[in-house]
């Protein structure tokens, strides 16, 4: 019996082994759907969490592995590092001359200098703990007011600190801040729709089989989301907030933007309601591979304002680990994979 056994056990870590590689070796090229391409932009940008354009050629990008924000110029491929010596960037907002970076645990703020890099660093808050997550994105409101993402400490636990599992509002200038919104476990991106509000990520808990799936909610100040409460038999718990939309559960939906309208990808047509796209990194916690994908988000206003109903389907796969994601003034959208050296992609109409 135990003769059998140990083939089965290699067999199985051997399937496991391979499914952690297979985002990074499988040698897949990015596919879309019909009447789009996908090309590749640059290669080298080390571990993109994020991309923010600061003018129309020139793209802004975190690089975790690097430690840096890195400024890449589309037209010449010039790199610059504008800042260096970072704890895992993984966000970052402009508001003029003021740029706010996210780090594990901290968010600050610098003065862009003429030359484009940041200085004058400003510490509005840190002692943020991180664990299984940590700190991501900050986004500027149109009120002034900073809106950052806090993952969760662990897979399933009640935080000692409130500001875990949560998104977070920051005074920008003087980096008081509170809870905003409890109960999400690790939402990476969010968006501002102007008209409705703010839209974010958020993904769930590992090792329940088909729950949860991942979400995509719509904002309420002062609303709970469900984690760690959800289960299996209490999807939504009494009391916390629905998602407007799901996925593939533990595929990890990550970055988040909104199509402009002069964007040739597909997309509602404003009397109907608007359309996000998003990044699916894919999962270690699943025996085969899923995700690695680029979602279609229509998103539906409902009879009742705030409410929404969505349609989402799979616009490109086999499409690596893509993570951050941002769409061009002009209509092109762009999105990076992170790990296997950091790769930048557009996507456009053919």
């Known amino acids: 019996m135990r003769r059998h056994a140990f083939p089965v056990v290699m067999l199985l870590i051997t399937l496991l082994f391979t499914r952690q590689l297979y985002p990074y070796v499988s040698g897949s090229e990015p596919t879309v759907v019909d009447g789009y391409v996908v090309d590749e932009v ?76 940041f200085a004058n660093r400003t510490v509005l808050v840190e002692g943020i703990p991180f664990r299984n997550h940590q700190t991501n994105a900050v986004t500027l409101l149109p009120n002034g007011t900073l809106l950052w993402h806090s993952g969760s400490t662990c897979n399933i636990c009640d935080e000692n600190d409130p500001r875990n599992a949560a998104l977070l509002w920051v005074n920008a200038s003087t980096g008081e801040h509170g809870v905003l919104a409890s109960g999400v476990r690790n939402s990476f991106d969010g968006v501002w729709v102007g008209g409705h509000g703010y839209f974010f990520t958020d993904n769930g808990r590992d090792w329940e089989g088909d729950h949860p799936p991942e979400e995509l909610n719509h904002l309420k100040p002062g609303a709970s989301y469900g984690w760690p409460d959800d289960d299996p038999e209490h999807p939504v718990p009494e009391g916390s907030e629905a998602p407007i939309g799901t996925w593939t559960p533990h595929t990890s939906m990550n970055g988040i933007d909104l199509r402009p309208p002069t964007s040739a990808l597909p997309g509602l047509d404003p009397s109907e309601g608007f359309t996000l796209y998003a990044t699916v990194y894919g999962s270690w916690n699943t025996l085969l591979p899923q995700g690695h994908e680029i979602l279609r988000i229509d998103v539906h206003p409902g009879d009742q304002e705030g409410t929404y109903t969505t349609d989402i389907s799979r616009f490109a796969w086999d499409a690596g680990t893509p993570l951050p994601l941002v769409f061009h003034p002009d209509g092109t959208l762009y999105y990076a994979t992170f790990g296997n050296g950091g790769s930048l992609y557009s996507i456009t109409a053919v």
């Open 42 to 117: 640059a290669s080298g940008l080390g571990g993109p969490t994020c991309l923010v354009w600061s003018d129309e050629t020139t793209l802004l990008v975190c690089d975790r592995d690097g430690e840096q924000i890195l400024s890449l110029n589309l037209l010449t491929d010039e790199r610059t590092s504008v800042l260096s010596g970072l704890d895992r960037p993984h966000g970052l907002a402009l508001d003029g001359q003021t740029a706010y970076v996210s780090e594990a645990g901290a968010l600050s703020s610098y003065t862009v200098e003429e030359d484009g890099t």
